[in-house]
């Protein structure tokens, strides 16, 4: 059977969802698909490139309208960390997969970029915007793995801890936040 | 041959040091130590509590002498936080070993409760110096995963991306270290 490349990528990450990340083999999805291995190479170069679809696929699952008016900036900034990040747990391993492709400079881009448009619109200078993006990132990536790697592991039995410390994102984004404010002009 | 607890752990270690997380399996251990896997379960009871050991030991091997002044809370921030980041890139997937740990509950709690402590001293109540504390963790995982993320693929041949934005460690952590600052009494 034929497969288009949207076909698989909706098989990856329905795999990744399911079972997460370990799961995401060209073995196990040409045998999902029913298609040896060397079919899937037809249309992802590679484990990375499908890696970085899978993850353009978790933000754009997540993607929601702006309501904030342009010149609230702080509202801005936390309505793109907060889509990320509940785009990113609504996805087995979500925040493990964005935050790997972000790294290799594959993809899932957009948030970082929306962030430093917020910031540059807010009167930071275009080296600040750029830190101040990725100061953003970085916390949201770190609060997003604990929180999913916490969840996960005690819903599957395998750790026990107590999940009440977790409900502080907005919190910590505000400290966050409240630093950027420090550096306008 | 009888291994100790100690002997398990130093080979684990260089397991995940040499060949990332993903080559620590008991089976693995096991035939690296010439025993059956069941003989490891004997000194960890499962693969968690021997990750656990792991992490502890990353931090270990990274611990360095304090040398800031008491009063000085943004200095010992800093040097804890430069310390964690050092500890978790001296091995590799350092960063999602001690990360992941932490995250289970199951240990890599010495540094958090560091800079809770320093948080404390420079006069945040309880609440705000444990939330300050995960916030500044929160940041140095994240970016110490996108850094150790990078520089493994990179090194490894499986992406080609410019590394020149990851130096920006200190100027993104003393942007939260402001926002913390914002919040003494």
Redesign the interface.
């Known amino acids: 059977m034929r497969h288009n490349r949207g076909d698989v990528l909706v098989r990856a990450h329905q795999l990744v969802s399911r079972y997460g990340l370990g799961a995401l083999t060209m073995r196990r999805l040409g045998a999902e698909l029913g298609v040896q291995p060397s079919a899937i190479y037809h249309h992802f170069a590679?484990k990375?490139t499908l890696l970085a679809a899978v993850a353009e696929e978790i933000l754009r699952q997540g993607s929601r309208a702006r309501t904030c008016e342009r010149d609230d900036w702080t509202g801005r900034l936390r309505e793109v960390c907060s889509e990320l990040r509940d785009a990113m747990l609504a996805c087995t391993d979500g925040a493990d997969v964005v935050?790997?492709v972000?790294?290799?400079?594959?993809g899932a881009q957009a948030p970082a970029a929306e962030l430093e448009d917020v910031l540059r619109d807010a009167g930071l200078d275009d080296g600040l915007a750029?830190?101040?993006s990725?100061?953003l990132?970085?916390?949201?990536?770190?609060?997003a793995?604990?929180?999913q790697?916490?969840i996960q592991?005690v819903a599957a039995g395998?750790?026990?801890?107590?999940l009440a410390?977790l409900p502080?994102f907005w919190?910590?984004l505000?400290?966050?936040?409240?630093?950027?404010?420090?550096?306008l002009p």
Chains 1, 2 share one sequence.
């Open positions: 590679n990375q935050a790997t972000w790294a290799f400079g594959m750029l830190v101040g990725r100061t990132l970085h916390y949201v990536f770190g609060h793995f604990e929180e790697t916490a592991a395998a750790v026990e801890r107590d410390s502080d919190t910590g505000d400290v966050v936040i409240d630093g950027l404010r420090a550096r």
